[in-house]
């Protein structure tokens, strides 16, 4: 059973499946840090929510992960709001394609920013007090970190950039700390809207025959924090088979 002292904090988690973890994580007794950047409203609906359900459980916290000198204090508020940090989740993610012959170097910084370079050092934070409560860190990742996305090389690159952080911190901060990964399939389509045609394809190659959904993805998250001890280093892909087409 879940510490009721445990406190997790939660990158972009204002919404979809960040939101989807949040919930799940404060059912299940977590205390949460929520985090979001451009979606303060949203931020602030959830906490209410939460709040609401157990006063005095949440923090909302709004950075911007693209700027490396406010990734520490998002740690440093948390554990002085807490007293503790027991669990990461590094959920935010920056998402646009870059064709090839058009991508700019601001582009590539951007995506690395936050899909790579954000999740590591908000761990490096994070790991002197994730070690005092033998902790661990989920980085949510991509199925594309394995199986580049047309259109999205940058992006691509990112998330699998993240899949090998995530191993490196798993030796690094071993035995205390674990350092796991999850790989979403389609879960929720994009919000620019995918073609029919599109989704009947991508359901085509997938063995499940559907697509996700953002519980499954927040159940795999608090599996990988609670129950799997024994586990460091994974990158738990939860795409629905597509990887075996």
């Known amino acids: ?122 761990a490096q934070a994070a790991a002197p007090h994730l070690h005092r409560q033998r902790g661990a860190i989920v980085n949510l990742t991509d199925l594309h970190a394995s199986q580049p996305l047309r259109d999205h090389p940058a992006y691509s690159a990112a998330k699998a950039a993240l899949e090998m952080v995530t191993r490196a911190l798993a030796l690094e901060l071993a035995p205390h700390v674990r350092v796991n990964a999850v790989a979403p399939g389609a ?16 359901m085509a190659r997938t063995p499940m025959a559907r697509i996700g959904t953002p519980h499954e993805i927040a159940a795999a998250v608090r599996w990988l924090l609670d129950d799997a001890g024994y586990i460091t280093g994974q990158t738990l892909r939860l795409d629905g088979g597509r990887t075996l087409t």
Do not use: C
């Not at 508020?77 to 990461?88: C, I, N, P, S, T």
């Not at 879960?187 to 009947?200: N, T, V």
């Open 1 to 122: 059973m879940t510490d009721p002292q445990r406190v997790a904090l939660v990158t972009g988690s204002a919404r979809r499946i960040g939101a989807a973890i949040a919930r799940h994580l404060h059912a299940h007794g977590y205390r949460l840090a929520l985090h979001a950047h451009r979606s303060g409203e949203e931020l602030q609906a959830l906490a209410f929510d939460l709040e609401s359900e157990r006063p005095g459980s949440v923090l909302a916290l709004q950075a911007d992960l693209d700027d490396p000198q406010a990734l520490p204090d998002l740690v440093e508020q948390a554990v002085a709001h807490f007293g503790r940090l027991d669990a990461l989740v590094n959920n935010a993610s920056n998402f646009f394609p870059t064709p090839l012959g058009t991508v700019e170097a601001a582009q590539w910084d951007a995506l690395f920013a936050v899909n790579a370079r954000a999740p590591f050092l908000l």
């Open 187 to 202: 879960i929720l389509w994009p919000e620019q809207g995918k073609s029919e045609q599109a989704k009947q394809v991508l």
